[in-house]
């Protein structure tokens, strides 16, 4: 990967209710509350009409941040998406977290001794007798949380939401499946046919569990066509290790990265990334914003703040 610029990040918060301490994670709805644009006056200098939506009120406002912002700060709206419901989220319900997490030690039957077998914990294993969670993909469910993503998407779009100029998705084929229900033939700039830019660092947290293994760049290309994929990603999965799990700090590091590389090499203020638990929480860490869970197939739009650091 080319060198990218570093910047400092910092979220502007005011703009939406998932910025408010009081909104809680648990029971919010995106997809009832506009995104969670705050109806509010902005209180600039720019004249705002009457007859102006809060979109269209709410792009002026960016627009006013990053014209009065020093050349070395750059402001973008980022609509951070998680994947629909997948098959490794059904099996994680099934068997519980503790049993799809950690290992588990089970009674041996031959009855002439008191030792333990140490069972593999299913996170490690390709699947069960209901189906394969390797590269994890969408249930029937997923997928219907997908077209609510879109029917919101075709809802705000009529009341003049600020669209994404440049989308971003994970490899992972539950990302791709996501993005493509969601935005595929929507009617705005690059959606007809959609081509998102394929990031190898968008992806969930690294190794051991299998439903976090992408699948080679030959499979992604012959089910998505049309996605494009990012320099230097390579044909097989050369960041997921079978016997080591990423911390969270190895992963907030790898989604800074990915931020670096975004915010040096994309002018566009308007940005759909669409990702996963791990990769939206690191995100919102490394920026500063509250922590702010979404369910599967949620939505956070988050004003970043990235100030270029000068040594």
Not at 111 to 120: A, F, K, R
Not at 140 to 167: H, L, M, N
Request: net charge negative; proline share 5%; charged share 25%.
């Amino acid at each position: 990967m080319r060198q990218s610029t570093s910047f400092s990040f910092s979220t502007v918060q005011g703009y939406f209710l998932q910025d408010d301490p009081s909104t809680d994670p648990n029971t919010f709805d995106y997809a009832k509350s506009n995104f969670g644009l705050v109806d509010q006056l902005y209180g600039s200098e720019i004249k705002e009409s009457a007859d102006e939506s809060q979109w269209q009120k709410f792009d002026k406002e960016i627009q006013r941040l990053n014209s009065q912002a020093e050349p070395s700060t750059k402001y973008k709206v980022l609509f951070l998406g998680r994947h629909g419901e997948g098959v490794h989220n059904v099996a994680e319900r099934r068997y519980g977290t503790k049993a799809w997490d950690c290992l588990q030690s089970v009674p041996k039957q031959t009855g002439w001794n008191q030792l333990n077998l140490i069972q593999e914990y299913w996170s490690l294993l390709e699947g069960d007798e209901y189906g394969t969670w390797a590269d994890a993909r969408l249930t029937d469910v997923g997928i219907s949380q997908a077209k609510t993503a879109r029917a919101v998407w075709e809802e705000q779009i009529g009341q003049g939401i600020p669209t994404p100029e440049s989308y971003y998705v994970s490899p992972l084929i539950r990302c791709c499946a996501t993005a493509k229900v969601t935005f595929n033939e929507l009617g705005i700039p690059l959606t007809k046919p959609f081509q998102p830019v394929i990031k190898e660092l968008l992806r969930e947290t690294l190794g051991e569990h299998t439903c976090d293994r992408r699948s080679s760049a030959s499979i992604i290309a012959a089910e998505y066509p049309q996605y494009q994929f990012e320099a230097d990603f390579t044909e097989e999965d050369l960041l997921w290790d079978p016997k080591t799990r990423e911390s969270d700090e190895e992963r907030n590091e790898r989604l800074l990265r990915l931020l670096n590389d975004i915010f040096s090499s994309d002018d566009h203020v308007f940005l759909s990334l669409t990702a996963h638990s791990g990769a939206i929480t690191s995100i919102l860490e490394v920026v500063g914003h509250r922590k702010f869970p979404l369910q599967t197939g949620g939505v956070i739009p988050v004003i970043v703040k990235a100030e270029e650091n000068r040594f």
